[in-house]
């Protein structure tokens, strides 16, 4: 079992930025792929942005694309994802996930699951 804990999100102002954390417990070395996915009110879960296990390989939704940027810290078995110039279209809730392999955008490629942590970008 992994045990993903997301921490970082809140209120912001459009044009601002966040940085979201997942710490991750458990026998995180069965799944080695992280990835960031959100939903908004609504709307389906949908793909955000993955980082492989070296941090070598990086992959992201166009919607943020030169905007987020993930990152990990193996040592600290945590992986965060830098948002800059949010927008109200960000707005929704964020979840970390774990999977066997890195870059995957579907919901079912993915293992674990954190409960989320809410992101609100206002206009």
């Known amino acids: 079992q992994v045990q993903l804990v997301e921490s970082g999100g809140g209120l912001v102002q459009a044009g601002g930025s966040l940085r979201l954390s997942c710490a991750a417990s458990?026998?995180?070395?069965?799944?080695?792929?992280r990835g960031w996915f959100r939903q908004a009110p609504g709307k389906e879960r949908e793909f955000v942005s993955g980082?492989?296990?070296?941090?070598?390989?990086?992959y992201y939704a166009d919607s943020v694309k030169g905007r987020f940027t993930i990152s990990r810290d193996n040592a600290k078995n945590t992986v965060y994802l830098q948002m800059n110039s949010l927008k109200p279209e960000d707005t929704g809730v964020y979840y970390c996930?774990?999977?066997?392999?890195?870059?995957?955008?579907?919901?079912?490629?993915?293992?674990?699951w954190g409960q989320g942590t809410q992101v609100t970008v206002s206009s």
């Open positions: 996930a774990a999977g066997r392999l890195a870059g995957r955008r579907r919901t079912s490629d993915y293992d674990y």
């Open positions: 458990g026998r995180t070395f069965s799944t080695t792929g």
């Open positions: 980082i492989s296990w070296s941090g070598d390989y990086t």
